[in-house]
DNA sequence: TCTGGGGTCCTAGGACCC
DNA sequence: TCTGGGGTCCTAGGACCC
């Protein structure tokens, strides 16, 4: 498809500017925020790039660092994030109504309708209203195809003239740019494509955007196609509007100090089965087989190791919390083995379905349980109204020996009565 | 001492069926 | 005992994204 206009909306180093909404003291400071367990580096501030810090490196290496220049450093606050995510959303549908929201802190907008108006001045009007509405700064691309809209917020982020907002749409001097940039830097072209690609002497957008169909296919299957045609301006891939229901829900996270019992690793997994059942439940769905994972942790080589998972069928998919943590008890009885440190654990739903489309088991006689079914719907209605885990199974205790680190957590400003921000005057 | 978590899609190959 | 083609479903592995 020809002649459609997409702007990719993108917030810039939205965790570490979401720390800074309601920290104006910290509007031009460095900020970094760690990923879950206090881990590593995921979001930075622009200060703190130029500080020389980079993302996806370890805490404990950058300690040297951040102490050094005094940086600001943030536990990862998911609540505060989402909360903020959703009004940047909903601003964004202001200007067009055909949106996709591809992330926490990304957005695909239709602005074919708008193509007769001048789209740099549209885009910077969506800019300067989220930030006044919101406080996040954001950056737009706009191209042809998601897969430019993409490449060109890349441009308009990178360099300061453009303040944020570039237009690919039929430039000039498109040619010279796809000569310019690598790769890499196209949409859907990890790691590993990059490798293959350089080998073959493909370096360039312009490389790739010249290279032969039929191979590209065979190498890179027909999403890599799709990508190089989006390239040449030929939309493939559509804007998705609703989102789809999960396929598959994962609950999973590293221990704040290891584990060294049954006892603790199986309090744990309940704490997944209950997060992942209430996701699942929240789609309306049920699962009809369940796996558990854990292992040793593998950065400490001289300890021994030990890693591995189960699979688990249901006789009928449902979604009732306790059940699902008797049968992910019986995995863990099959594969556990005392004398190791684990380091963490964690459980996936699979073969999910539609509640409506489920398939009751031959001499399961009872089809839908309603005593369970309306048991659950209150546990869920009292958790959303009065907050998390406010009822749990006893499966796992309040006080988690095996929780993970969060020291540097933001209060929940815009969640939470009790963590309002305060403002003086 | 300290190294994230949560997803999707595509393809090849094997099992099985008619 | 050996032979053929066509199809579906499932799974593992590999790639990608944020």
Excluded at 91 to 97: G, N, R, V, W
Excluded at 204 to 210: C, E
Excluded at 381 to 398: L, P, R
Aim: a positive charge; one cysteine or more.
């Amino acid at each position: 498809m020809k002649n459609k206009i997409f702007a990719l909306i993108d917030c810039n180093c939205f965790y570490a500017s979401c720390e800074k909404v309601f920290r104006p003291d910290l509007k031009d400071s460095p900020v970094v925020v760690l990923s879950n367990n206090d881990g590593c580096i995921v979001a930075l501030s622009k200060e703190a790039k130029n500080l020389g810090i980079k993302r996806g490196v370890p805490l404990f290496k950058s300690r040297g660092i951040i102490e050094k220049h005094d940086i600001n450093v943030f536990s990862s606050n998911y609540t505060l994030y989402g909360d903020i995510s959703a009004r940047v959303m909903k601003t964004l549908t202001l200007f067009s109504h055909d949106i996709e929201i591809y992330s926490i802190d990304e957005a695909f907008l239709n602005l074919t309708d708008f193509k007769h108006i001048d789209l740099v001045k549209y885009a910077q009007k969506i800019k300067e209203t989220i930030y006044k509405c919101v406080g996040i700064p954001i950056s737009v691309g706009i191209g042809e195809t998601k897969t430019l809209s993409k490449l060109a917020n890349k441009i308009g982020k990178k360099y300061n003239k453009f303040d944020g907002v570039f237009n690919i749409v039929n430039h000039p001097a498109k040619e010279k740019i796809f000569s310019f940039f690598d790769v890499s830097d196209v949409w859907g072209i990890g790691f590993e494509y990059t490798k293959m690609l350089h080998k073959n002497n493909i370096n360039s957008i312009l490389d790739l955007v010249n290279a032969d169909d039929v191979w590209i296919k065979k190498k890179m299957t027909i999403k890599g196609l799709y990508t190089v045609w989006e390239l040449r301006g030929d939309s493939c891939i559509d804007l998705e509007k609703y989102i789809p229901d999960k396929k598959n829900i994962l609950s999973s996270r590293s221990f704040g100090s290891p584990v060294t019992s049954k006892k603790e690793l199986a309090e744990a997994i309940a704490y997944h089965i209950t997060l992942a059942c209430e996701s699942l439940r929240e789609q309306n769905s049920v699962c009809s087989f369940i796996t558990i994972f854990f292992s040793t942790n593998r950065f400490k080589e001289n300890e021994p190791q030990y890693m591995n998972a189960k699979t688990m069928p249901l006789l009928t998919p449902h979604a009732y919390t306790p059940d699902l943590i008797n049968t992910a008890h019986k995995a863990l009885d099959l594969i556990y083995k005392s004398g190791y440190k684990f380091k963490n654990c964690g459980v996936v739903l699979g073969g999910i379905l539609p509640l409506s489309h489920r398939q009751l088991a031959l001499f399961d006689d009872h089809g839908i349980d309603y005593k369970k079914t309306n048991i659950i719907k209150a546990i869920d209605d009292i958790n959303d109204s009065y907050g998390k885990e406010k009822i749990i199974t006893g499966a796992f205790k309040y006080n988690k020996s095996w929780a993970m680190r969060r020291e540097y957590k933001s209060p929940n400003y815009t969640t939470n009565w009790n963590e309002l921000p305060l403002v003086k005057a």
